[in-house]
């Protein structure tokens, strides 16, 4: 069984850098055929899909998000990362790691979940 | 690319039916059989429950199902039951590649 699991500070400053990192169980990134995916969602709000990264290292972003995102990943460690640049109050949200099936192109296993809050 | 459109809440009594749509565009919903629904309950991260507009992942109810016209996507929920009482999210692939609608919440009475 896939498990995936969202880490880093739970605060951060007003154009400072978030910075998360999602562990992954039970299944190699570097298996062909998945996305390996960042989403947000917005205190009582919607869904919104952040980016991805193949485990080669090729990323695709929100275009709305892409001058602040960077997204990386580890083989080694089994971890994918995400950037977001300076990052304001309208980025507080809970961010979501979440995995792609390529044969489906739907997000089949998700992480918990962390609370990133943007204050001074 | 804009959010998907779906509606803000819908309701069933227990045993009864629902559909809850999701409308979107000729460059998303309508382009691509990529539609899938999530189910989110309160703290938890989403689930998925059908996939390529109709398809459902092992282990999840029959009683899910999903359909697509056009550019609207539909997920029907029969024989209602208290634990399906959650946040339905649809998600298009849209070569961009994804967008979300922004949520509704079933209520079961």
């Known amino acids: 069984q896939v498990q995936l699991q969202e880490s880093g500070p739970g605060l951060v400053k007003p154009s400072q850098t978030l910075s998360l990192t999602c562990t992954v169980s039970?299944?190699?990134?570097?298996?062909?055929?998945?996305?390996w995916s960042w989403i947000r969602q917005h205190p009582g709000k919607g869904l919104e899909w952040i980016g991805y990264i193949y485990y080669s290292g090729s990323t695709y972003y929100n275009p709305s998000l892409k001058s602040r995102v960077t997204i990386s990943v580890d083989t080694s460690k089994n971890q994918f990362s995400l950037k977001l640049s300076s990052v304001t109050a309208a980025d507080t949200a809970v961010y979501y790691c979440?995995?792609?099936?390529?044969?489906?192109?739907?997000?089949?296993?998700w992480g918990q979940g962390t609370l990133v809050t943007v204050s001074s | 690319q804009s959010a998907l459109t779906q509606p803000a809440s819908v309701s069933g009594s227990p045993g009864q039916s629902i559909t809850i749509s999701c409308t979107g565009t000729s460059s998303d919903v309508g382009s691509y059989n990529l539609v899938s629904w999530y189910q989110q309950h309160p703290g938890k991260a989403p689930k998925l429950m059908i996939y390529e507009v109709s398809k459902r992942p092992s282990g999840v109810s029959n009683r899910f199902s999903g359909s697509k016209s056009g550019n609207t996507a539909s997920l029907t929920i029969s024989g209602l039951q208290a634990e399906d009482e959650a946040d339905y999210y649809c998600?298009?692939?849209?070569?961009?590649?994804?967008?979300f609608g922004g949520g509704t919440k079933l209520t079961v009475l």
């Open positions: 979440a995995r792609v099936d390529t044969a489906i192109m739907g997000f089949d296993y």
């Open positions: 998600c298009s692939y849209a070569g961009s590649p994804w967008v």
């Open positions: 039970g299944g190699s990134i570097s298996s062909g055929g998945y996305y």
